[in-house]
């Protein structure tokens, strides 16, 4: 043990006995071994590098940031100092001075990879994507293979929508980190992104399997449930993440959503209040309830909560036709020529303003209920990347025709074509029918399955 008041004390055993503290995890030790330092030689780099490093370790950034700035001041070319002031000023949210600081590092030491990472994350963070990814490419030049440049480098794809590139690059990571779960999250964002839920469910189950409790892991599996329509499954991923979590918004937004999917209305009204009473400015918990609102004809009610979305978030898809129609069910016509207007004008211009059954009240122009249903198409239902169908010719004995309905229950759909689906003549035709609603169990349902 080193005594401060031993007269044979150095400073450069002080420095290797602050540097075995601080290794050790002795902060108090190794800060009072530097300021011993620093009382006899206030200039000791060494000393003031070091404690730079130990006062942004215990979260103390604007300490740091004094001790970088003095070690800097000592030797102005120290690449390690430009490169920790760097990352202090990124940690205090100074992106744009942390960019300057790791430019100096590079001027030092131009093949210094941690620099270069470090500025890449810096340059994400300001939304700067393309200068981000060419930083880390850098990095990898020099570093082959250093798994958390490869992640911060698929995140930077993900955000550039190259979700191809951004999974090759967590595969790479994975490749080094196999037991990383926040890899495994991000791979099965971009595998949703490109449309493979069952993968990046797969990718999620593998996250969890690491890491049981992870909330974000827990919360994404639980969207990708509800992708797959598989909803009791998805509210019960929900659970876990709210057990975890109590106090995340979002996590109770999702639960709520999950159950309104499931029409149990009045628990998913419960959810969203709870998402609201966590953050009052959650446009998606606004929106949600503004949805079971209506459903449970509580119409007064769901004007103010989708006027409170929109007020948040004014580009909510479909968010304007979806409020006028619930001011049209108040009998509320003072801006309802305005609100046609508008709607009309969102239309012509491809704009996500309004459902094409809402717009159906709202406009009697065929050309413009043909438009707005290829937008509701386009958003819902975009183009796969790989057809389904790709121009092959089928032959079959007989003719193969498909309904596709969410009428097939009481609905005036299916009284209206049952008879018809009756008279198919069946030596020449094959019909199928799709249901995508509910299953009433009713009597017309069963008629309509029956021919």
Known sequence: ???LSDPELTPTRALKRALECQQAGDVEGAEALYQWILGSYPRHFDALHHLGILKARSGLVQEALQFFSEALRVNPHSAEAHLNLGHALAEAGRAEDAIASYDRALASRPQFAEALYGQGNALQRLGRHEEALARYDRALAI????????????NTLHDLKRYD??????DRALAVMPGAALLHINRANSLRELKRPEDALASLDRALAIAPEDVDALNNRGNILLDLRRY?????SFDRAMARSPGDAVVHYNHGYALQLLKRYEAALASYEMALAIDPRLADALYGRGHVQYKLERYEEAVASFEKAL????????????????RMRCCEWGARSDEVKQLVTDVRAGRTSAPPFT???MSDSPQDQLSCSRIWVRDKSPVLPTPLWSGERYRHDRIRLAYLSADFRVHPTSF???GMLEQHDRGRFETIALSFGDDDQSGIRNRVKGA
């Open 1 to 3: 043990m080193i005594r």
């Open 143 to 154: 570093v082959p293979g250093r798994p958390e440049i490869l992640a911060n480098r698929g």
């Open 165 to 170: 590139e951004a999974l090759a690059s967590y």
């Open 232 to 236: 009791a499954d998805a509210l019960g």
């Open 311 to 326: 007020a948040i978030s004014p580009e909510f898809e479909f968010g304007p036709g979806t409020l006028a129609d619930a």
């Open 359 to 361: 717009f159906l009240r």
């Open 416 to 418: 209206l074509i049952a």
